[in-house]
């Protein structure tokens, strides 16, 4: 049975590369029939952000990810909140404890300091908590039983720690890197349980990894080194039969190439790198949903962040990621975070869409900016623009005309294009759309054209100055089409409006 787990902690708005992350989770555990859970690792009090874990939530579902089992949702393997399993932990710190794979550890921070500071002026390379110095430090190792007992009695600093043994070759194999080696000499006594009493990442981690029975364990690269310490902790505790199956996927980089992407990058570079907006008191992060981005094509762009299917084909609808995803195809360098892709990505979304779904989404937004346009109207309004925008927010920025006369004309190429001596014919032109009976596109362009052929005018001299009285500018749609939807009376009337203003240019 595949279960894969999202386990997030509440330290803050959750970043787009934990979106990607549970994308993976999801779509694994769609495509094997499996489950996908959510576990919310909150042990570290200290870094506890109010709101984040519903913020998981909502962004989960906003690109209609949902857990099979998680907080508020339920499930047999509960609860889903670290901060509800203290219970659980202690009890394996305690049986690491009594068979000698974990001790009690008294140092005070300053105490690490200045042994740290000692082991520098020395001049050794490293100086983590380990087999060399343990014994020149306070812990149950070093100290009399009667000295442990002080301690723990008067229950300041008691802090427990991973004893690991010099000597070992720690070595798992992981989907996206293939094997990979430590050796224990590399690795620090870890703490794994705080002075507070509650466990660190590491030890409530593996506990709950084999106690949800999850049989794949997704996250990012940066976790590579703590596997070995986890490695270590399954066999301390005797469940090396169940150590998942790991994959480590690649970071996110900045849209530059280089470096990791950061939470800062989107204020930075001016694009979203949340999932939606996070609000952050002084500043609010903004999200990719509020930047206009369809749910659908978040999906599709981070899937591709890191994995592809080895094919050409770019566009792939939920089910055929659900179908064609696999780790073995995760790449094992950086995925460059790149907005343009994502906007190409949304752009193909935007005109896969039917005109009528599009309306809606976007009727929200058309009535916040004022405008009351009917269902028809905005579906034949996103019928014509549909091309042209690739954010949601782009239907109105580009097409505001369809819902306002133009206040501003583009002067420079109405100045340019604009010769007196036409006109008497753009006046004739705004009678003779006027006079249409069928006001269609095609029967406006026909009318027009035709006038422009007989009276042997160029389309050079006409067509610019007939778009820029309509529409203010030169960007947009069929000239004709959105004249026609304009209606025959609003085309007139911004003929001949417009024609005022460009001739006393
Ligand atoms: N709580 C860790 C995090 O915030 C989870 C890492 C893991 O998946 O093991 O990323």
Request: aromatic fraction near 10%; proline fraction near 4%.
């Amino acid at each position: 049975m595949v279960r894969v787990r999202f386990a997030p902690s509440p330290t803050g708005p959750l970043h787009i590369g934990g979106v990607r992350t549970a994308l993976y989770d999801y779509l694994l555990a769609k495509q094997q029939g499996g489950k996908f859970i959510l576990r919310i690792e909150d042990t570290d009090q200290k870094r506890y952000v109010e709101g984040a874990e519903q913020y998981v939530i909502d962004s989960l579902r906003w690109m209609g990810i949902e857990p099979d089992e998680g907080p508020g949702i339920g499930g047999d393997y509960g609860p889903y909140r670290q901060s509800e399993r203290s219970e659980l932990y202690q009890k394996y710190v305690q049986q690491l404890l009594d068979q000698g794979h974990a001790y009690y550890a008294f140092d005070t921070s300053e105490e690490l300091d200045a042994m740290r500071t000692r082991k520098e002026a020395e001049g050794v390379v490293s100086q983590k908590y380990d087999a060399s110095i343990r014994l020149e430090m306070k812990n149950s190792l070093s100290l009399s039983k009667e000295k442990v007992q002080q301690y723990l009695d008067k229950n300041e600093n008691v802090t427990v720690r991973m004893k690991i043994t010099p000597g070992e070759v720690i070595s798992f194999r992981d989907i996206v890197r293939d094997k990979v080696e430590f050796r224990s000499e590399e690795l620090d006594d870890k703490i794994i349980m705080k002075a507070s009493g509650l466990p660190t990442y590491h030890m409530a981690n593996v506990v709950d990894d084999k106690h949800m029975e999850i049989s794949h364990v997704i996250r990012g690269e940066e976790w590579l080194s703590s596997t070995a310490h986890h490695v270590l902790l399954y066999r301390a505790l005797g469940w090396e039969d169940h150590i998942p199956q790991f994959a480590h996927i690649p970071l996110l980089l900045k849209p530059v190439g280089k470096g990791k992407l950061g939470k800062r990058d989107g204020a930075k570079f001016g694009f979203p790198v949340f999932p939606k907006n996070w609000d952050a008191g002084e500043e609010v992060y903004e999200g990719l949903a509020e930047y206009g981005i369809l749910p659908e094509a978040a999906m599709n762009f981070l899937a591709f962040l890191g994995w592809n299917p080895g094919t050409d084909q770019e566009i792939l609808s939920e089910a055929e990621l659900v179908k064609q995803f696999s780790l073995e195809r995760v790449n094992k360098s950086g995925a460059r975070f790149d907005i343009e892709k994502g906007k190409w990505y949304n752009q193909q979304y935007i005109i896969s869409k039917s005109d009528e779904d599009l309306a809606e989404l976007i009727m929200p937004m058309v009535h916040k900016a004022g405008y009351e346009p009917s269902p028809e109207f905005l579906s034949s309004f996103c019928r014509l623009m549909k091309e042209r925008v690739e954010l949601l927010p782009e239907f109105l920025s580009h097409g505001r005309f369809f819902f306002e006369r133009p206040t501003v004309y583009d002067d420079k190429t109405a100045k340019k294009k604009y010769k007196t001596e036409n006109h008497e014919h753009f006046l004739a032109i705004q009678n003779l759309v006027e006079g249409l009976d069928d006001f269609s596109g095609e029967n406006i362009q026909a009318a027009v054209k035709e006038y422009i052929q007989s009276n042997e005018l160029s389309f050079g001299a006409i067509l610019p100055i007939l778009r820029i009285v309509v529409t203010g500018t030169m960007q947009g749609p069929d000239i004709f089409e959105t004249m026609a939807l304009l209606g025959k009376s609003e085309t007139a009337d911004r003929i001949s409006a417009g024609l005022t203003y460009i001739s006393q240019l």
